[in-house]
C-alpha cells in the first residue's frame, strides 16, 4: 500500500510552501523511457470527453482547438470519442483496454490506480515537455507514488463547500450574503426555509451512487473525524460521524426541513437546486456550470461559502479530476497525449493570446468563465491568468467569496478502494433518513466492519 498523498490537512495559504512537492523523480512505474519516445513520429491518439451532439457550440470549440494543435504538431492526428468518465463501467473498460488514449477521470481513482499497477509512469514524458514544475503542488501529490513519479495529470481541484439559493435566502429573510458558516446555523436557516419558502427543502443531501459516501465523508471531516486511518488500513468511524448521522437524523425527523426527497445523486440534486427545490447543499463551486448552463438557474441565485464546520476549522474534502493515460498506449502516444494535455488544458496559464481566446470562447458560447476553484496550476499563475481574462469573467466570483476566502484545512478522500469505499456508505445515509429509529451506534459499527472488508479485499 502506497503512503496516501498529504493525508496531513493542508491549509490553502499553505500551498506556495509545498513548492519542493514537485520536484520528483524519474524512474520506475510501466511506461517506457521517454527516450523511446520519438517526438516527431507520425502518431495518432484519441482523446476523450468530446462534447455530445447536442452542444454544437462546444464541439466547434472543441474542434477548433484541435486544428490549431494539429496545425502545431502536424505528426500528431487527433480523434475524439464522447468516452466519459462513468463509475459503473470504467474498471471494465479500464481493464479492457477500450478507453481513449487520454481522458478526465474522477480523482478518487488515483491511489487505487497506481497502487493497482494500472497506469504508466508518466514522469519523463512531463519532464520531458517542462510541466512538472509550474503544476499545483497540492494536486500533484495526489497522483504521485512513494517514490515521487507522476501517473496522471490533475487538471481540476476542488475542495467541498455549501451551495445555497440565494434568491430562496431573500424570501426566508435570509442575508444572501451570509452563508452558515457552522453546522449549528445550517440547521438553523434550513429550518426557517422550510417554514417560510413552500415547496422547498431547506437543506439537502446526496445519497446515492456512491455520493452519499462521499459527503458522508466530508460531513465526518468537518466534524472533527475521518473514515480511515491514516494509512488506509482500517476503518475508523466514531464520534464524529456520529455526530454527522444524528445532525441528519435531526434535520430530517425533528426540524422536517430536508423536504420529503432522499434518493439524491449529484445531478439529480444539482438539478433540483436549479429548480428552486431545494435552499442548501453541499457541493463545490464547479455545480455552477451545471445549474445555470444546463439547468437554467438565475446565476445570481448561485451563492457558495466554505465548508460549514461544527468546532473549529477542522477541513473540508478535496478531490476532483485528472488526466488518465490509458496503459495500452505506445511511448510515442503517450508523448503525444501528454502534449495534447498540455496545449489543451495548461497554454491558457502561460500564454496571454491564448486565455483570452478561449475565455473570448467560452463567453461567446455561453459557458461560464471564471468559476473560483483550486487550479492544477501554482497560485501565481493563477492569479496572472485571472488579469488576463478579467474582461471575460462572467460569473458573479463575489457570490462565492465565503468560499474564496477560505483558509480551512484541505484532507484527501479514503485512500483505499475509495469508490467502494463511498458506496458501502451510501445505505447508512439513506438509513439514517428513511428509519427515524434507526440506532445510529450499531450503524455505524457495522459500517466500519463492512469498509474493514473492502479495505482488506483491496489489500490482497
Not at 61 to 70: G, H, S, T, V
Not at 191 to 204: F, H, L, M, Q, R
Not at 225 to 252: C, F, N, P, W, Y
Not at 363 to 384: F, K, M, T, Y
Amino acid at each position: 500500500m502506497r503512503k496516501p498523498a498529504l493525508r496531513a490537512a493542508i491549509a490553502l495559504g499553505t500551498i506556495g510552501a509545498l513548492t519542493a512537492l514537485a520536484a520528483c523523480s524519474a524512474g520506475g512505474g510501466n511506461a517506457p523511457a521517454s527516450g523511446e519516445a520519438d517526438p516527431d513520429a507520425d502518431v495518432t491518439i484519441t482523446v476523450g470527453d468530446y462534447p455530445t451532439a447536442d452542444k454544437p457550440e462546444d464541439r466547434k470549440a472543441f474542434d477548433k482547438q484541435i486544428e490549431k494543435f494539429q496545425s502545431q504538431y502536424p505528426n500528431i492526428t487527433v480523434k475524439t470519442s464522447t468516452e466519459a468518465w462513468d463509475a459503473q463501467t470504467f474498471q471494465a473498460k479500464l481493464a479492457g483496454g477500450t478507453l481513449p488514449t487520454v481522458m478526465n477521470v474522477s480523482l478518487t481513482y488515483s491511489h487505487e490506480l497506481i497502487d493497482n499497477g494500472q497506469l504508466p509512469n508518466m514522469t519523463p514524458y512531463l519532464e520531458e515537455l517542462d510541466m512538472v514544475d509550474d503544476l499545483n503542488p497540492l494536486a500533484l501529490a495526489n497522483v504521485q507514488d512513494d517514490d515521487g513519479n507522476i501517473y496522471s495529470v490533475p487538471t481540476g481541484l476542488f475542495s467541498v463547500g455549501l451551495a445555497y439559493n440565494r434568491a430562496i435566502f431573500e424570501q426566508a429573510g435570509l442575508d444572501p450574503d451570509k452563508a452558515p458558516t457552522t453546522w449549528d446555523e445550517v440547521r438553523e436557516d434550513a429550518k426557517i426555509i422550510s417554514e417560510k419558502v413552500p415547496g422547498v427543502a431547506g437543506y439537502a443531501q446526496l445519497t446515492t451512487n456512491n455520493t452519499g459516501g462521499w459527503m458522508l465523508t466530508t460531513l465526518t471531516y468537518s466534524m472533527g473525524g475521518t473514515i480511515q486511518d491514516e494509512g488506509g488500513k482500517k476503518a475508523v468511524m466514531g464520534d464524529a460521524t456520529s455526530e454527522a448521522l444524528q445532525l441528519l437524523h435531526d434535520m430530517r425527523w425533528e426540524d422536517d426541513s430536508m423536504g420529503s426527497q432522499f434518493l439524491y445523486d449529484q445531478e439529480a440534486a444539482r438539478q433540483d437546486f436549479a429548480a428552486g427545490k431545494i435552499g442548501i447543499i453541499m457541493q463545490a463551486p464547479d455545480l455552477y456550470g451545471m445549474v445555470v448552463k444546463d439547468f437554467g438557474m438565475d446565476p445570481d441565485a448561485v451563492g457558495v461559502g466554505a465548508l460549514p464546520q461544527a468546532n473549529g476549522d477542522n477541513g473540508t474534502l478535496t478531490g476532483g479530476s485528472l488526466k488518465l493515460f490509458n496503459a495500452k498506449a505506445t511511448p510515442d502516444e503517450l508523448l503525444a497525449a501528454a502534449r495534447w494535455v498540455k496545449f489543451y488544458d495548461f497554454e491558457k496559464y502561460f500564454d496571454e493570446d491564448k486565455a483570452v481566446e478561449l475565455a473570448s470562447a467560452d463567453a461567446e458560447a455561453g459557458n461560464p468563465v471564471g468559476i473560483p476553484g483550486l487550479p492544477p496550476v501554482s497560485p501565481d499563475i493563477d492569479e496572472r491568468y485571472l488579469g488576463w481574462i478579467k474582461d471575460y469573467i462572467n460569473v458573479p466570483r463575489e457570490h462565492f467569496t465565503g468560499y474564496v476566502d477560505s483558509t480551512l484545512p484541505l484532507i484527501p478522500e479514503p485512500p483505499t478502494a475509495t469508490q467502494q469505499t463511498y458506496a458501502a456508505l451510501d445505505s447508512v445515509v439513506q438509513k439514517i433518513l428513511t428509519d427515524e429509529n434507526a440506532d445510529i451506534a450499531a450503524t455505524i459499527k457495522e459500517a466500519n466492519g463492512v469498509v474493514d472488508g473492502i479495505i482488506a479485499q483491496a489489500s490482497r
